[in-house]
Each structure stands twice: as C-alpha cells, then as structure tokens.
C-alpha cells in the first residue's frame, strides 16, 4: 500500500508562485515515476509534469518553461516549483506515483489533492 499525501496549494496573484510537495508513505519495493496532474472544473484531468526515479522529467505543453518537477528519492518526496503562475493554473493537483509493491505487482496511487487557486 502507498500513500501519497500533498500539501503547499493555496491562493496566490497571476504571476506569482508556490511549491508543492507530495510525500509517499507506505510499504512497496519501488516508485518508478512520479508525477503531478490537475483537474479544474469541468475539465479533463491533464498531466502538468512527471518524474522517473532516475531524474528524467516530462511537462505538459501549457506549463513548460513556467514549473519544475523535481523529487528526493531518499526522502519519497515529489515537488513541483510553480512560477509566473495564470489564472488556467488554477486546479486541484494530484500526485501520483506509479511502481512495484512487495510482491512485485504493479501499483499505481493517487493523493487525494491540494487546491491551487490564482487569483488577484
């Protein structure tokens, strides 16, 4: 079983910014890949940015060159650094973590999510 638990969303001014964390908890053998999503309302969830183990990361095209994903291994940590934030950034983002528990199965966990609302 992994837990994923997020914290750091809030309210901030376009073009502000905030840190977002997410860190697993739990017994499994690995994390793969590590990734935020965020669903706004009335919309489809979208990937924002991923992470693999070894520091490969990918971004969705509306935030490239605006966040940086990032992650501690050591620590089960995910962050996600969020600048020149817009008003479309607003959202609920999710962590989710992709791997193998214990037995070698295939695990794929969702966080319940950290509401990040720009606004002036």
């Known amino acids: 079983q992994v837990q994923l638990v997020e914290s750091g969303g809030g309210l901030v001014q376009p073009g502000g910014s905030l840190r977002l964390s997410c860190v697993a908890s739990?017994?499994?053998?690995?994390?793969?890949?590590m990734a935020w999503y965020r669903q706004a309302p009335g919309k489809q969830r979208e990937l924002v940015a991923d992470?693999?183990?070894?520091?490969?990361?990918a971004y969705g095209d509306s935030v490239k060159g605006r966040f940086t994903v990032s992650r501690d291994n050591a620590k089960n940590t995910l962050y996600l650094e969020m600048n020149s934030l817009k008003f479309e950034d607003t959202a609920v983002y999710l962590c989710?973590?992709?791997?193998?528990?214990?037995?070698?199965?295939?695990?794929?966990?969702w966080g319940q999510g950290t509401q990040v609302t720009v606004s002036s």
């Open positions: 992470i693999t183990s070894g520091g490969s990361t």
């Open positions: 739990g017994r499994f053998f690995n994390i793969n890949v």
């Open positions: 989710n973590a992709k791997g193998q528990s214990l037995l070698k199965m295939n695990y794929n966990a």
